[in-house]
């Protein structure tokens, strides 16, 4: 089992959807976490860190349950130009500060 | 400079060749990561820097994977005799803090290897 787990999709939604993604994650020492949009062929990019009291930039939502070890992304209002891949990275706590990623949920916005 | 910058941005290498990759982080970053991102994957840490110091390297492959950056800045992958395997996307990010934080990282564009 994978530390990080994300429903890979591919979510396929018409434009001016509101769509969620979820991710779990497996070890509890886990101390921060984010989400990331990666383009076709190009680096990942920060889209968004995730608090504990949840956190909103614009049509983006993020929440996360560290009780249940559950983070979200909701997006409303999806344009064509959310359709990317977006990856639920966990860093862990301690001297070791790399992230670690999940698959990504590919996302299509249609017209 | 304004961003990460990697280079070569694609490289093709004949099975056994050796290749290094270079990265050049945003000036003044602490942290220096370098991570493999295969096909259809997510990325996958291969190695830490603070400053000059590699201060994890658990997520190499094999001995046939070097990293090194000297002066703190600069980083270089070494991969000797390359498989194909090793094909992949070679990404590199850097952070400013040393410390835990909630900050995210910068990534460059990456390093497509292809060893045929």
């Known amino acids: 089992r994978k530390e990080v787990e994300q429903d890979p999709g591919p979510f396929n939604v018409p434009e001016g959807a509101t769509v969620a993604f979820n991710c779990t994650y497996s070890?509890?020492?886990?101390?921060?976490f984010f989400w990331y949009r990666q383009d076709c062929r190009k680096e990942p990019k920060l889209l968004m860190s995730?608090?504990?009291?949840?956190n909103e930039d614009g049509r983006f939502t993020a929440q996360l349950n560290r009780a249940s070890q559950y983070i979200s992304l909701l997006i409303r209002d999806s344009k064509l130009s959310d359709s990317a891949t977006y990856l639920c990275v966990v860093k862990r706590s301690g001297n070791n500060r790399k992230l670690i990623w999940g698959l990504g949920t590919s996302l299509a916005v249609n017209p | 400079g304004a961003g990460v910058s990697q280079s070569p941005r694609y490289k093709v290498a004949k099975r056994g060749q050796d290749v290094a990759l270079r990265c050049d982080p945003i000036s003044g970053h602490v942290s220096l990561f370098w991570y493999q991102q295969a096909l259809g994957q997510g990325p996958e840490f291969l190695t830490y820097f603070q400053n000059e110091a590699q201060l994890d390297k658990s997520g190499l492959p094999s001995d046939r994977f070097f990293a090194e950056r000297p002066e703190g800045s600069v980083s270089t992958l070494k991969i000797q005799r390359t498989q194909q395997e090793d094909s992949a996307v070679y990404l590199c990010a850097s952070s400013l803090a040393a410390g835990e934080g909630l900050d995210g990282y910068t990534f460059g564009s990456g390093t497509r290897l292809t060893v045929v």
């Open positions: 070890n509890s020492a886990s101390q921060s």
């Open positions: 995730v608090y504990s009291s949840g």
